[in-house]
């Protein structure tokens, strides 16, 4: 499997109808240009939201963040907790998420196992920001 992280070429935008996707309610804002995509093994990961309330402080930023996920031609929801960062620019980086939720169609159920190990190995991929990564390496300690 071969991850790729790019700005989402307009075609696919077209195919994918991201313009309909993108009008679904948000708990916060951030919804990703860019995606992490395997286009062999047609799956796609996109950051939707972050949550967030601007109310409270700090930005009310709660960690949480939402995700289309395209596995094979179904189209789910991810919820992911971050709870530890490390590393920067340059150097390896580390991160802790924890899956909060994913609707798994049932006819899908049986394959479970394979749908949440293609989504870690995506976000591993992903570097924790996309196209945007500068980091030297990535690892994930992905809680499910």
Do not use: C
């Amino acid at each position: 499997m071969t991850f790729v992280n790019e700005y989402i070429p307009e075609e696919d935008l077209k195919k994918y109808n991201f313009a309909e996707l993108n009008k679904r309610i948000k708990k916060g804002g951030f919804t990703a240009r860019d995606w992490t995509i395997d286009r062999v093994a047609d799956i796609w990961l996109r950051q939707f939201y972050v949550e967030s309330d601007h109310t409270a402080p700090d930005g009310g930023f709660t960690g949480v963040s939402a995700w289309d996920y395209y596995w094979k031609g179904t189209l789910m929801m991810v919820e992911i907790k971050s709870l530890e960062s490390v590393g920067g620019v340059g150097k390896p980086r580390w991160s802790r998420k924890k899956l909060l939720s994913i609707n798994i169609p049932p006819g899908l159920e049986n394959q479970r196992t394979q749908i949440l190990q293609d989504l870690k190995s995506a976000f591993i991929a992903h570097k924790d920001v996309g196209v945007f990564s500068k980091s030297s390496s990535y690892s994930l300690t992905f809680e499910i």
